[in-house]
């Protein structure tokens, strides 16, 4: 099991610096697998998910964007706006009260939002409701939930 894991790791080191910028992957997602296996076929996609699952190499692909892994993906944009409203949420309240805001722009466009005058309205609108629990992590759920589910907003954000 030990031979494996170095050779896996080995493979993993020497092939991914020739890979990051592909960035292509089949079914199978990123890892190890779709280093070695290019062909998108459900049978060569299936190979590529076993070499992934055995060799469990797709937590190492992820953390350090390499084995054709991106790293930003919805996973880093979450975090990303969950450190941005943990860092801004009392500014965040006070320019969703006014319904406009450096802050709130900034927030806004991390959210993928490009009509941030529209997101503003919203947020307005939705106030007391956006921040009745006064936390961060409740804003941003709530803001998440409105974003997905506002028509004005589906069509201008990208989450």
């Known amino acids: 099991m030990k031979r494996?894991?170095?050779?896996?790791?080995?493979?993993?080191?020497?092939?991914?610096?020739?890979?990051?910028?592909?960035?292509?992957?089949?079914a199978a997602g990123c890892g190890l697998g779709s280093v070695v296996i290019t062909e998108n076929?459900?049978?060569?996609?299936v190979i590529a998910a076993?070499?992934?699952g055995t060799v469990l190499n797709q937590s190492f692909g992820i953390s350090?964007?390499?084995l054709n892994c991106e790293t930003s993906g919805f996973t880093q944009k979450q975090v990303e706006q969950q450190i941005f409203v943990h860092m801004n949420f009392q500014s965040l309240e006070q320019e969703f009260a006014?319904?406009?805001?450096?802050?709130?722009?900034?927030?806004?466009s991390l959210m993928g939002c490009s009509d941030t005058g529209t997101f503003g309205?919203?947020?307005?609108?939705?106030?007391?409701?956006?921040?009745?629990?006064?936390?961060?992590?409740?804003?941003?759920?709530?803001?998440?939930?409105e974003v997905a589910n506002n028509s004005a907003l589906v069509g201008s954000c990208k989450i």
């Open 4 to 26: 494996i894991l170095s050779v896996s790791l080995f493979l993993a080191l020497v092939a991914s610096p020739f890979y990051v910028a592909s960035a292509k992957h089949g």
């Open 41 to 45: 076929k459900k049978v060569h996609q």
């Open 50 to 52: 076993t070499v992934n």
């Open 64 to 66: 350090t964007g390499t």
């Open 98 to 108: 006014k319904g406009s805001g450096e802050k709130m722009e900034a927030f806004a």
């Open 121 to 145: 309205k919203v947020g307005k609108e939705k106030f007391s409701a956006l921040f009745d629990q006064n936390t961060p992590d409740s804003f941003l759920e709530k803001m998440r939930f």
